[in-house]
C-alpha cells in the first residue's frame, strides 16, 4: 500500500489521545493495512497554540477545555484549574467503579507518582437564599429556606435527584454496572404506580422524558428550585435524556475516588504530547504539527478524504486545500456545526458527510452547556478556619476519607491486621473510600466497626492516614454557584505562600452574568461574540467591577448575607474562562429526549454509516458524542472504540465490563 496520511483536527484530549493509540497501539489481525508504519504521515492541526513544552509553545497550558492556570503564569507557582480538574480514580478490579481510560492512560505515561486526592468537603458550606447553613445542619428544626412538597427542604438538597430517579431506581434495584446502564439508556421505563396527578405514568420510557419535565413533575416549583439551586450545577437539571441523567446524577454510585494531577490536569496533556513527539520518531512515521489552522471543510471522495484549511488569522478564508486517508474531527459539536456550514456551501465534487439529513439529526442530539470558570489568588486563606482566625462561616475542608492505598500504608506501619479486615468489610456506615465530617464521626465508626476502642496510638495513625485536605466546593444560588478551594499547592513550597479559589464556577444562564462583567462600565464590545477565541489565547485578566463583584458575593457566603465586600481581602491576580465562546460555545454536553443514544453513539463516530452507499474514513471522536459526557474520559472512550472497531487496534483494556461507548 502507497504512504498514508491520517489527519487529526483538534490537539485535546480526543485528538492526543487517537494520535497516540495510533502509534502506540498493537494490531488485532497479523496483517493490518490500517496501521500507521514506517513512512507514513500523522498530521496534527488545531485552531490554538498550546504551550505543549519549549520546543512547541503556545499561549495557554495544554488540553483544550483541561486549562490548568499558575499565579503569574509561572509553573513553580498555585495553580487553579480552569477547565476539567479531576477524574474518578480506577482501581484495576473488573467492577471497580471510575474512569478506566483516564487511569490506564495515567499509568501508561508514567505519572500515577503525580496522581493525587481531590475529594469532596464530606459537609459543604452552602447559601441559599441568603440563608447560610451547613449540609449537616438541614433538617426539619433547621430547614432550608424553601416550601417543598413533602418538606423536602428538611434534607439536603441532592436528595431530589434520589426522589427522581425513585421511578425506576432504588437503593437495591435498578443498573449498576456500565452495560447495564447503556442497557437502561434504551428500555428504562418509570417502574412504579404514579398519581392521576402526574404528567407520565407507570411505562413510559424514560430517554422519552426530558429530566428537567420529570423533575418538575416529581418535585413541584419549589422542589425543583432547591434541588437546581443547591446541587451546584445547572446543567445538572436541564431538560436531558431522563435515562442518561439518572446515570449522570446517580446518588447510589458507590466508591467514587476523585484525583488529579498534582502539576495540574494539563500536564496529562504535555506528557501525550511528548509521547506522541517520541513514538513518531521511533516508528519513522512523519508527525505533522500545524498549531493555529483549523479545519475549515470537508468532504469525502472516492480517492480519499478531500479537505480545506483556514488560518486562526484569517479563520473563513481558504487557506489550503488538502487530502488524507482517514479524517478524524476531535473538536465538540459547535465547531463542527462550523465545519458543515463551511461544507454546505462548497462547491467541492464529492458527498457532504456531514450535512445528510440523518447526520444533521444525530450531530443535534445534545445540549450545548456553557459553563465559566474565574478563579482568584490571595495572599491568606481567608475563607478557612487558620491560626489567624476565621470567616463567620468557614469551608470545612478536612475530611476523614480512608482508602485502599490507606489500609496498605497502615499495613506497613503494623496497624492490627484482624482491625483492618473489619474495617475494609465494614457497613452501615462504609468506612472505607467514605468521606466522614470530621474525627469524631470517623474514630466512632472505626470502633464500631472492630468492637474494640483504639488506643492512642492507633487513634493518631488512622486519622492522619485519613485525613484529607478536600476541595470544597460550597454552593450558592448567588451567581457565583460554586466555590472550589484549592489553596496552596504551589510545587517548590519555596518563597510566599500564594492560595488560590476558584471564586465562581457556574454554568448555563448563569455564565451570561459574568460575560457582561467582561467588559468595564466605560466599555462598547468591539469584538463580535462569535469572533471572540478567548479560551484559545488563555485565562483573560477580570475587569475591576468583576472583581468587586466577586468579592461581594464571596463576603455573602463566608461573611453573611449583609457583609461588605470589603471583607474578602484585594486578590492578587483575578483571571477567568468564559467557555461559551468559540470554538467550544460549551463546557460540556447531555444528550437531548428523545434520541436513541446508543446509536447515536455508534453511529456519529463514522457518520457515513448514516449515509446510503457511502463508507467515507471521516471519524468523530470527542466528549460530545460519548458515554461519559463532562468528562475526559469520554473523549478518549470515543477514541478508543474507533481505533478498535475500525482500525482494528486492540483495546487498551478488557472491554468485557467496561464497553467504551454503549453496546448493541
Ligand atoms: C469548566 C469545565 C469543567 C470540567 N470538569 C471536568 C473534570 O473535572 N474532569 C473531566 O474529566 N472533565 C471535565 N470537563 C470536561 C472535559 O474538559 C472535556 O470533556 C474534554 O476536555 C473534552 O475533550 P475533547 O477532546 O472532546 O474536546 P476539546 O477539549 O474541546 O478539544 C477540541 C479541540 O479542537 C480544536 N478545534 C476546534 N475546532 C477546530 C477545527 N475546525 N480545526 C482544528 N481544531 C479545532 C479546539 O481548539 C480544541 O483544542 C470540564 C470541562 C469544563 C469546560
Known amino acids: 500500500m502507497s504512504k498514508k496520511t491520517y489527519s487529526i483536527f483538534g490537539a485535546g484530549a480526543a485528538g492526543l489521545y487517537t494520535a497516540w493509540r495510533l502509534l502506540d497501539g498493537k494490531s488485532k489481525l497479523a496483517k493490518n493495512e490500517k496501521m500507521l508504519v514506517k513512512g507514513d504521515v500523522l498530521e496534527l492541526y488545531d485552531w490554538g497554540k498550546y504551550d505543549f513544552s519549549k520546543k512547541n509553545p503556545g499561549t495557554r497550558e495544554p488540553g483544550a477545555r483541561v486549562c490548568t ?29 471510575g474512569h478506566r481510560l483516564v487511569t490506564k492512560t495515567i499509568e501508561e505515561l508514567d505519572l500515577k507518582k503525580d496522581s493525587v486526592p481531590f475529594n469532596e468537603s464530606a459537609d459543604p458550606l452552602m447559601s441559599l437564599r441568603s440563608k447560610n447553613m451547613y449540609i449537616s445542619d438541614i433538617n426539619s428544626n433547621q430547614p432550608a429556606p424553601y416550601f417543598a412538597n413533602n418538606y423536602a427542604q428538611d434534607a439536603p438538597p441532592d436528595d431530589g435527584f434520589t426522589t427522581i430517579q425513585s421511578v425506576a431506581i432504588t437503593q437495591t434495584s435498578g443498573p449498576t454496572t456500565r452495560r447495564e446502564w447503556c442497557k437502561f439508556y434504551e428500555e428504562g421505563r418509570i417502574n412504579i ?73 494539563s500536564s496529562l496533556f504535555d506528557s501525550l504530547f511528548e509521547e506522541v513527539e517520541k513514538l513518531a520518531k521511533q516508528k519513522g512515521i512523519t508527525l505533522n504539527y500545524y498549531p493555529n489552522v483549523r479545519l475549515r471543510s470537508i468532504i469525502h471522495t472516492k480517492s480519499g478524504v478531500n479537505f480545506t484549511t483556514a488560518t486562526r488569522k484569517d479563520p473563513d478564508a481558504l487557506a489550503e486545500r488538502k487530502k488524507c486517508d482517514a479524517a478524524f474531527l476531535a473538536m465538540p459539536r459547535a465547531a463542527i456545526d462550523l465545519v458543515a456550514q463551511a461544507s454546505r456551501y462548497s462547491d467541492d465534487e464529492g458527498t457532504d458527510v456531514l450535512n445528510h439529513e440523518k447526520v444533521q439529526l444525530y450531530l443535534e442530539s445534545v445540549l450545548m452547556e456553557p459553563s465559566y470558570k474565574i478563579g482568584m489568588f490571595f495572599d491568606t486563606p481567608w475563607w478557612r478556619t ?92 448567588m451567581p457565583i454557584r460554586q466555590v472550589v478551594y484549592f489553596g496552596d499547592n504551589a510545587r517548590d513550597g519555596k518563597g510566599k505562600k500564594v ?35 478567548q479560551p484559545l489565547e488563555g485565562p483573560r485578566e477580570a475587569t475591576p467591577v468583576m472583581v468587586k463583584m466577586l468579592r461581594s458575593q464571596l463576603a455573602s457566603l463566608h461573611f453573611g448575607p449583609q457583609a461588605d465586600y470589603s471583607y474578602v481581602p484585594e486578590p492578587l491576580e483575578t483571571k477567568y474562562m468564559d467557555w461559551s465562546l468559540p470554538p467550544f460555545n460549551a463546557g460540556y454536553h447531555a444528550y437531548k ?21 457511502t463508507d467515507s474514513e ?37 472491554e468485557k465490563y467496561y464497553p467504551f461507548i454503549s453496546p448493541e
Open 386 to 477: 487558620t491560626e489567624a482566625g476565621s470567616p463567620t462561616y468557614p469551608a470545612k475542608l478536612t475530611s476523614y476519607f480512608l482508602t485502599q492505598e490507606g489500609i496498605e500504608k497502615l499495613k506497613k506501619e503494623g496497624f492490627p491486621s484482624n482491625y483492618l479486615k473489619k474495617i475494609e468489610s465494614a457497613k452501615n456506615p462504609a468506612i472505607l473510600v467514605n468521606s466522614f465530617n470530621d474525627k469524631v464521626s470517623f474514630i466512632t465508626a472505626v470502633e464500631n466497626a472492630i468492637e474494640e476502642r483504639l488506643t492512642f496510638k492507633q487513634e493518631k495513625q488512622i486519622s492522619t492516614v485519613a485525613e484529607l485536605d478536600t476541595i470544597g466546593p460550597s454552593i450558592t444560588d
Open 193 to 265: 404506580d404514579m398519581p392521576d396527578s402526574s404528567v407520565y405514568q407507570k411505562g413510559d420510557l424514560l430517554k422519552e422524558i426530558g429530566y428537567w419535565n420529570l423533575g418538575y413533575d416529581m418535585l413541584g416549583q419549589e422542589g425543583f428550585g432547591y434541588l437546581s439551586d443547591g446541587n451546584g450545577y445547572s446543567s445538572n437539571v436541564v431538560n436531558s435524556n431522563s435515562a442518561q441523567s439518572f446515570n449522570v446524577n446517580d446518588e447510589f454510585l458507590p466508591g467514587t475516588e476523585y484525583k488529579t494531577l498534582i502539576k495540574g490536569y
Open 499 to 533: 492560595y488560590g479559589i476558584l471564586a465562581s464556577y457556574d454554568d448555563i444562564l448563569y455564565a451570561t452574568f459574568w460575560k457582561a462583567l467582561e467588559l468595564g462600565p466605560d466599555a462598547t464590545r468591539e469584538i463580535p461574540e462569535s469572533r471572540d477565541v
Open 593 to 613: 429526549s428523545h434520541y436513541n443514544l446508543g446509536d447515536v453513539q455508534r453511529k456519529i463516530r463514522k457518520p457515513s454509516q448514516l449515509v446510503p452507499n
Open 69 to 97: 492556570w499558575h499565579y503569574k503564569d509561572d509553573k513553580d507557582n498555585s495553580y487553579l484549574e480552569l477547565g476539567g480538574m479531576r477524574y474518578l480514580y480506577w482501581d484495576g478490579t473488573p467492577e471497580g467503579p
Open 618 to 654: 471521516i471519524f468523530i471522536v470527542g466528549e460530545t458524542y460519548s458515554n461519559d459526557q463532562a468528562w475526559v474520559e469520554g473523549a478518549f472512550c470515543t477514541a478508543e472504540s474507533v481505533l478498535n472497531d475500525f482500525f482494528g487496534i486492540e483495546p487498551i483494556i478488557d
